[in-house]
């Protein structure tokens, strides 16, 4: 599996990746209705090809079957997105992912790495958790990962079921 950045003969693809990685909160009743909430859009994907982090795990076709996403906030880099067609799921496709994502975060002198997620969904917070990630409580969140939740809660996520995570990268061997 090749991971390389993100082009932009990919982004019309990457829409399909999303949704077929979605398909995985059909297997949950209570959060099936997130496969069918949409995600991000061609024009968003082409946002963080020029203004944020974009990369793709590809076939041997040179066609996405994941991406990972994130955006640069002060000394932190903030994980948007992460996907991984259902089809190749359980392979480690996604572990890739973010493992070249820490990587050229800590490369770029990024301090910490973020995100938000849902709770007990094994593909989501148990995942982040096994690759170093810390779940913050409430008392620890700044403003800014306080505005996402709060956004994601406008948005129909239930704020107790998402949590934020942060990955110190400071103490971190690369």
Not at 78 to 93: F, N, S, T, Y
Request: proline share 5%; glycine share 6%.
């Amino acid at each position: 599996m090749l991971i390389r950045k993100t082009t932009p003969e990919d982004v019309p693809l990457l829409p399909a990746v999303e949704s077929a990685a979605d398909e995985a909160f059909l297997t949950l009743p209570e959060l099936a209705w997130v496969a069918r909430d949409g995600g991000w859009s061609e024009d968003e994907h082409r946002k963080r090809i020029n203004d944020g982090y974009s990369i793709v795990a590809v076939d041997e076709q040179n066609s996405p079957v994941g991406f990972l996403i994130a955006e640069r906030r002060g000394s932190e880099s903030h994980i948007q997105g992460l996907a991984v067609a259902r089809a190749i799921q359980g392979r480690g496709v996604g572990r890739a992912l973010l493992n070249r994502a820490i990587a050229d975060a800590q490369k770029e002198g990024v301090t910490a790495m973020t995100l938000t997620t849902f709770r007990n969904v094994p593909w989501n917070q148990p995942f982040y958790e096994r690759a170093g990630f810390r779940v913050l409580e409430e008392s620890e969140l700044d403003a800014r990962l306080k505005a996402v939740l709060l956004a994601e809660a406008a948005h129909g996520f239930a704020y107790d079921t998402r949590c934020a995570l942060r990955l110190s990268l400071a103490q971190r061997q690369p």
